[in-house]
């Protein structure tokens, strides 16, 4: 499972450019959840900590109640929860059965804090995303 987690860890551009190493370490943080059909995974507008990576199953994305996105293997959502503990910015859910690998913020942070490099990459990563973003 381990190798999954890494490989799926490896798809999401906030990861980008870490080594397998630090993706590991990331990847042993990740917990198993699934979230049945028809379930609000995340609710826009509510409290967050966590993010998530689907392993299969999908889900709909939607923003002011309108779909914006379907969500399938490899797709990942909550990676700003995850780094601001802020409330969530669209409401994911589950359009199938959903298997997802989380990670929460409490659990993340302290990796990130007492590793250099993998804070530096994160930051470039993200400033990297909102270049791109504001280009758009």
Same mark, same amino acid.
């Given at each position: 499972m381990a190798n999954a987690t890494k490989d799926l860890l490896k798809q999401v551009p906030l990861f980008s450019g870490l080594s397998g190493k630090e993706l590991s370490s990331? *990847? *042993?943080?990740? $917990?198993? $959840?699934?979230?049945?059909a028809g379930s609000e995974v995340v609710t826009e507008g509510k409290g967050g900590a966590g993010f998530f990576i689907i392993e299969s199953g999908t889900a709909h994305v939607s923003v002011e109640g309108k779909e914006v996105r379907v969500l399938g293997p490899g797709d990942h959502f909550g990676e700003i929860a995850l780094i601001t503990d802020s409330i969530r910015t669209a409401t994911i859910t589950a359009e199938t059965d959903l298997n997802c690998h989380g990670l929460t913020i409490w659990e993340f942070r302290p990796l990130v804090e007492s590793n250099a490099s993998v804070a530096w990459k994160l930051l470039q990563n993200v400033a990297r995303q909102l270049a791109e973003a504001q280009h758009r």
């Open positions: 990331i *990847s *042993s943080l990740l $917990r198993a $959840r699934t979230f049945p």
